[in-house]
Structures are given as C-alpha cells and as structure tokens.
C-alpha cells in the first residue's frame, strides 16, 4: 500500500497569511493526487485533482504542485472561511490512501 | 447535478452488519467515469477508505478490511451499497459515499471524489 504522510499536522496563521500543506508520497505517484478541504460536521470538498488541476467553482487562492512523491497545497492569501482541515489522497493506484490531514487554525 | 444520499440505521450491535445504501441522483451509476467509494471517518480522526466499485461489479477494498466488507451495486436502482460484518466500537464512524472519477480511456487520468453523501452516524453499542 502507499502510504500518504501529510506536515505539518497543524498550523497557526492569520488571514492574509500564505499557507503551505506538504504531502508525501511512500512510492511514486505520477500526478494522482487530490486534496480537500474539510469543516467540522460537513463531508470533504474536493479542492484540487490530478495535482494541479483547480475543481470548479474552487477560489484561485488554492493551488497545487508535485508530482512523483512530493506535492503541496498553497492557500496564498488565507480567508476566514478557508479555516478547515486539509486532506492529500492518492489515486494512483488501489487501495486508494489519504492522509492524516492538516488543521489550520486561527493565530 | 450529481448528488448522493446515505441511508441506513444508526445503531448496530458489536458482533453484527452494518449496511449502508446510497442512492445516485442526477446522473447515472453506471457511467464509465465512475467508481463509487466508500469512506469513513471515527470521531475526532481522519478520514479512511474503505473500498471501491465500477457498475460492473468490479470491486476493490481496503486490505484492513477486506475480510469483513461487501460492496455491491444494483444499476437499477442507481444505488450501491455497503456491508460491514462483525462490527465493534472501533467501526463507529461517520460513513460517507462519494463519486470517484476515472477514465482509462485514451489513457488514466483522475478527476478525484468530486461529489460525495452528506455521510450518516453509525454507532456500534448494545
């Protein structure tokens, strides 16, 4: 199974604020990532597919690189809707593997 | 639009199964861009997958789980559905559904679980 290692596993920051999520991949997955996004008590929102590729309707603020092991999530100037928990998840192969998520939180 | 809807009881004694069904609308279960997921969440952890199916029936499952789960799909119905056996506290959970989008047609590429259940409270307790 590949297992998907997520850091940090919370952050602090302030609106306005650039945030960067890492995710890690145990072998190589091309560009099959997806990340989402996560508030308390709703399902994951799907931000971001295929590494880079912004879902529809998503704010451009959000965007994705990487490819092989190494991806990241950038939130480039925080919003305070955009406080949520944030989930890499692989799809290159089965069995499909997230991450452990990252909470980003109010400083 | 596509949209998903979980249903099933809340409560199950340990020792039972636990089954889920959820129900497509706004499109159809047996589309090729499709497999349909699905995934739990314990209270206060992260998310897991727990397996996978194509409308013909393919399947695929999480290894941790794979002894205990079935899923199926009923194409006429637009639904596919969840079985969970010998469940204890460690399967409470909230259980959600969600579309997963693939083609292999000209080649892979992944679109992600872009529409996914609102997701249901399962209690494991006697």
């Known amino acids: 199974d590949i297992q998907m290692t997520q850091s940090p596993s919370s952050v602090s920051a302030s609106v306005g604020d650039r945030v960067t999520i890492t995710c890690r991949a145990s072998q190589g997955i091309s560009s099959w990532l997806a990340w989402y996004q996560q508030k308390p008590g709703k399902a994951p929102k799907l931000l971001i597919y295929?590494?880079?590729s912004l879902q529809s309707g998503v704010p451009s603020r959000f965007s994705g690189s990487g490819s092989g092991t190494d991806f990241t999530l950038t939130i480039s100037s925080l919003q305070p809707e955009d406080f949520a928990t944030y989930y890499c998840q692989q799809a290159n192969s089965f069995p499909v593997t997230f991450g452990g998520g990252t909470k980003v939180e109010i400083k | 639009q596509l949209q998903l809807q979980e249903s099933g009881p809340g409560l199950v004694k340990p020792s039972e199964t636990l089954s889920l069904t959820c129900t497509v609308s706004g499109g159809s279960i047996s589309s090729s861009s499709y497999y349909w997921g699905w995934i739990r969440q314990p209270p206060g952890k992260g998310l897991e997958w727990i397996g996978s199916?194509?409308?013909?029936?393919?399947?695929y499952y999480n290894p941790s789980l794979k002894s205990r789960v079935t899923i199926s799909v009923d194409t006429s119905k637009n639904q596919f559905s969840l079985k969970l056996s010998s469940v204890t506290a460690a399967d409470t959970a909230v259980y959600y559904c969600?579309?997963?989008?693939?083609?292999?047609?000209?080649?892979?590429?992944?679109?992600?679980?872009?529409?996914w259940g609102q997701g249901t409270t399962v209690t494991v307790s006697s």
């Open positions: 969600a579309s997963d989008g693939r083609t292999w047609v000209p080649q892979y590429y992944y679109y992600g679980m872009d529409v």
């Open positions: 295929a590494a880079s």
């Open positions: 199916i194509y409308y013909s029936g393919s399947t």
